[in-house]
């Protein structure tokens, strides 16, 4: 029950007359739910930012300042910090001051980034979208940034250089093939070269594949942190059931509406 | 009873380190919170995937 009452302090938003122009934005709080145990309030919809500020800070509005677990967060220029996470993981996070999460998605993304590539035998990551090879892995690959970037200077120049459907004998792939797609044309069901990767990398070329799309879509909730902060949700996700002095996602809402 | 190699089962624990500590990073900010969430995700992943595996297992000692 202590709880509730501190999430109800918590969200309990007040419309600022006195707010200043559009889209100055104000500091938006987020209920602590490590005050409130593993099963308390689901997520609380804040107002926009530049609408509310919480009463119970004394802090005067900030741009992009905002609450969760007890720690006020400056998202800063969030634009530039989601740029900056997609081009390095981590990097928005450390543009914005907050190293240990920017050191976590760092280590944890290029580690698995870094694993598959190798599983893969260096061959998973590449760019091409030729009949027989259309390579959309590389789309959910892409959202870890700079390491994927190779893969599309080596397309490119694949591309330039594949005339009627079969690869140049005069191409020459740059950086000694690293991310450079396979010599065309790749058939399925066919010896070409990327049979012959599998040949050598076996079930891990697969794994790779696995791995290094997972590390991109990671990225992705990663870039979304870095431009708008944690979600800040229940740890256990479940709902609160009437009746046991707690709430549910219906009455914080009517709660929230009520104390505005 | 498996047409892989257990061993391939490996390739799960990186994995689900990564995505659970990702996962838990992006919904919270205090560290102990973070490491909360994570293992709350591991746990639920990992639950999921045993009730399928078991449910496939049994699909097919009746086939």
Not at chain 2, 10 to 33: C, D, K, M, N, Q
Request: glycine content about 8%; proline content about 6%; charged content about 15%.
């Amino acid at each position: 029950m202590r709880g509730y009452q501190a999430a109800v302090a918590n969200v309990n938003v007040t419309f600022n007359l006195e707010a200043p122009k559009r889209h100055n934005a104000s500091i938006v709080t987020r209920p602590d739910w490590r005050k409130m145990g593993t099963r308390s309030l689901p997520t609380a919809v804040l107002a926009t930012p530049h609408q509310y500020h919480s009463p119970a800070t004394s802090m005067p509005p900030t741009r992009n300042v905002i609450e969760v677990d007890s720690q006020k967060i400056d998202l800063k220029n969030r634009h530039l910090a989601a740029f900056l996470a997609w081009l390095l993981p981590g990097a928005g996070h450390y543009y914005q001051g907050r190293m240990t999460k920017a050191s976590l998605f760092f280590v944890c993304i290029m580690s698995t980034w870094v694993l598959g590539f190798a599983l893969g035998g260096g061959h998973v990551v590449y760019a091409s979208w030729q009949p027989g090879d259309k390579r959309w892995h590389y789309f959910l690959q892409a959202g870890v940034g700079t390491a994927a970037l190779p893969a599309l200077v080596q397309g490119n120049r694949m591309r330039k250089m594949t005339i009627n459907g079969a690869t140049s004998p005069a191409y020459k792939p740059l950086w000694g093939g690293f991310m450079a797609p396979p010599h065309r044309p790749v058939i399925e069901d066919s010896t070409d070269e990327v049979s012959a990767w599998y040949a050598v990398s076996g079930a891990g070329y697969e794994m790779g594949s696995f791995y290094t799309m997972i590390a991109g879509l990671l990225n992705i909730l990663v870039i979304y942190d870095a431009y708008s902060g944690p979600l800040s949700v229940p740890i256990s996700g479940r709902k609160e059931k009437d009746g046991e002095g707690e709430t549910s996602d219906e009455e914080t809402t009517n709660e929230k509406e009520t104390s505005s | 009873m498996m047409s892989i190699s257990p061993t391939y089962l490996l390739y799960y624990v990186p994995l689900i380190v990564a995505i659970s500590l990702v996962f838990g990073a992006t919904r919270h900010e205090e560290t102990s919170t973070v490491l909360m969430h994570s293992f709350y995700t591991a746990r639920w992943v990992t639950g999921f995937m045993a009730v399928i595996f078991v449910a496939l297992l049994v699909i097919n000692w009746l086939l």
